[in-house]
């Protein structure tokens, strides 16, 4: 079994700051990349920031320059998802999505979070 746990959810203003981090544990043998999606009410689920094993990044066109996604130093299974100069169109529940190889495997698999809210409002 391998867990995703999502955490920060929060309600900010527009124009403010928030953090998220993401843990994988269990039977996770090899991760090879670490993602962080978004659904927006109403609307498709999309790719907001993407980190691989070697920590190559990437981001949506929509967040560059605003949200950055990095690891933990040591604990390769997290990663934080650090969001500044939040709009309004930035609400939406976000998910964490670990690509990797459960133990022993020679497969790879991807496992999800169970999401959290993130709204920004006035």
């Known amino acids: 079994q391998v867990q995703v746990v999502e955490s920060g959810v929060g309600l900010v203003q527009p124009g403010g700051s928030l953090g998220l981090s993401c843990a994988a544990s269990g039977s996770i043998g090899s991760i090879n990349a670490m993602n962080w999606y978004r659904q927006p009410p109403g609307k498709e689920r999309e790719l907001v920031a993407g980190?691989?094993?070697?920590?190559?990044?990437?981001y949506a066109d929509s967040v560059k320059g605003r949200f950055t996604i990095s690891r933990h130093n040591e604990r390769k299974n997290t990663v934080y998802l650090q969001m500044t100069a939040l709009k309004p169109e930035d609400t939406a529940v976000y998910y964490c999505?670990?690509?990797?190889?459960?133990?022993?495997?020679?497969?790879?698999?991807?496992?999800w979070g169970h999401g959290t809210q993130v709204t920004v409002s006035s």
């Open positions: 999505n670990v690509v990797g190889s459960p133990t022993f495997a020679n497969y790879e698999r991807i496992y």
């Open positions: 980190i691989s094993s070697g920590g190559t990044t990437n």
